[in-house]
């Protein structure tokens, strides 16, 4: 079983919010919600973003697409 942040009732509820932003889904649950769980891995851990678990993604591409939500205020 993969450790997450999230539990299926969680991001079902965040979804919905999600889905109500332009830009923010592009129909790819999948990888959304990995964004989501490496977003909030860091924010729990207060690792640097090299220190991103490779089974999250990218640590540049996590970092460069929370920064553009930062800007956008999505955060």
């Known amino acids: 079983m993969t450790r997450t942040s999230l539990d299926d ?3 079902v509820s965040l979804m919905l919010v999600m889905q109500q ?5 592009k129909r790819d649950d999948v990888a959304l919600r990995r964004f989501v ?4 891995w860091i924010c729990r851990t ?3 973003w090299r220190d991103l678990p490779d089974g999250l993604g990218l640590w540049s591409s996590v970092y460069h697409r929370w920064r553009r939500w930062c800007l956008r205020g999505w955060w």
């Open 37 to 40: 769980e490496a977003a909030l």
């Open 9 to 11: 009732a969680q991001w």
């Open 21 to 25: 932003i332009p830009l923010v889904w």
């Open 46 to 48: 207060g690792a640097p």
